[in-house]
């Protein structure tokens, strides 16, 4: 019993004089903040390089409507809609494997929009066929939405962990316009 107690003194001695103790402190914290401070660099770094994605797939999108809107009389191929948007955008890397477009007029006096799930390109499983791509006739209202799949830049950790993801592993960015034919 007195041995126990003896021990009980010295571990409280010894804990005493570790809390008082300032040498090394603050490696304590910086180990306790290093990941902190990595979460918030790598989530800052895949937040800036998805707006500069999702800005370079509105730039493509909007300025191939604009090709499309003054090329009047001229029915563009899916494909060759996909290629000016690539174009472009210049920015998006796999662009021509990883983007689908959907298009179909709309009625403006009873508009219904394309719906919520997105028409994307899942490159983990086998070609699926378009959903919905349909030119209109003269002075139809159109609306095109592009859905781009792109693979997050640290997809275990931070922003990059939290995206929903393919079977391969690539996340999806759409974008929409509207124009008249």
């Known amino acids: 019993m007195i041995e126990v107690k003896k021990m009980k ?3 409280a001695k010894f804990l005493k004089g570790f809390a008082r103790e300032e ?11 290093i990941p902190l401070i990595f979460f918030l660099f790598l989530t800052s770094l895949e937040l800036s390089i998805y707006q500069l994605r999702q800005t370079s797939l509105d730039r493509g999108v909007d300025m191939t409507v604009r090709a499309v809107r003054l090329n009047t ?8 809609l996909k290629d000016m948007i690539c174009d472009f955008a210049g920015f998006l890397e796999d662009c ?3 983007l689908r477009l959907e298009m179909r ?3 403006p006096r009873n508009f219904t929009q394309l719906g919520n799930q997105l028409d994307c ?22 609306l095109l939405r592009a859905c781009y799949m792109f693979k997050p830049v640290s997809p275990g950790s931070g922003l990059g ?3 929903t993801k393919d079977g391969s592993g690539r996340v999806a960015m759409a974008s929409t316009s509207a ?3």
């Open 161 to 163: 962990y939290h995206y």
């Open 105 to 107: 007029p709309i009625d």
């Open 179 to 181: 124009f008249v034919q």
């Open 9 to 11: 003194n010295s571990l």
């Open 121 to 142: 390109i899942d490159v983990s499983k086998p070609v699926q066929p378009l959903r919905e791509f349909r030119h209109g006739g003269d002075h139809d209202l159109m």
């Open 23 to 33: 040498r090394g402190q603050m490696v304590v914290e910086f180990a306790l903040a």
């Open 73 to 80: 009389g001229v029915d563009f191929k899916h494909s060759e």
């Open 96 to 98: 021509d494997q990883t």
